[in-house]
């Protein structure tokens, strides 16, 4: 089973940008989807972004379209969310998760994803 350790937490002001980077251990990588969820203090962990495992199809939360961008590099076994244009909303800790079989519309659900990183907070000063 694959292991997911996130990097490229941080604070940032309003307006910045920030990449997180999710590595993932094993040979077998281009088996797994991808997804990034975050969670707010007090609130409920929520979709973000997700990547199929061919790297050809992409998902995004309504509140992260045009600004969030996830990708995956199969030479490095990691994926990326590029933050942009981060606002005060986007304050989170920020998990990486993989699934060898969600697919679809299950991809913004959380529960569809066996392994789950440790998560990387992210800090967006107003």
């Known amino acids: 089973q694959v292991q997911l350790v996130e990097s490229g937490g941080g604070l940032v002001q309003a307006g910045g940008s920030l990449r997180l980077s999710c590595a993932a251990s094993?040979?077998?990588?281009?088996?797994?989807?991808m997804g990034w969820f975050r969670q707010a203090p007090g609130k409920e962990r929520e979709f973000v972004a997700a990547?199929?495992?061919?790297?050809?199809?992409?998902y995004y939360a309504d509140s992260v379209k045009g600004r969030l961008t996830i990708s995956r590099d199969y030479a490095k076994n990691t994926v990326y969310l590029q933050m942009n244009s981060l606002n005060a909303e986007d304050t989170a800790v920020y998990y990486c998760?993989?699934?060898?079989?969600?697919?679809?519309?299950?991809?913004?659900?959380?529960?569809?994803?066996?392994?789950w990183g440790q998560g990387a907070q992210v800090t967006v000063s107003s």
């Open positions: 998760a993989a699934d060898m079989g969600v697919c679809y519309e299950d991809y913004v659900i959380s529960s569809e994803y066996s392994t």
């Open positions: 990547i199929s495992r061919s790297g050809t199809s992409t």
């Open positions: 094993g040979r077998t990588f281009s088996s797994y989807a």
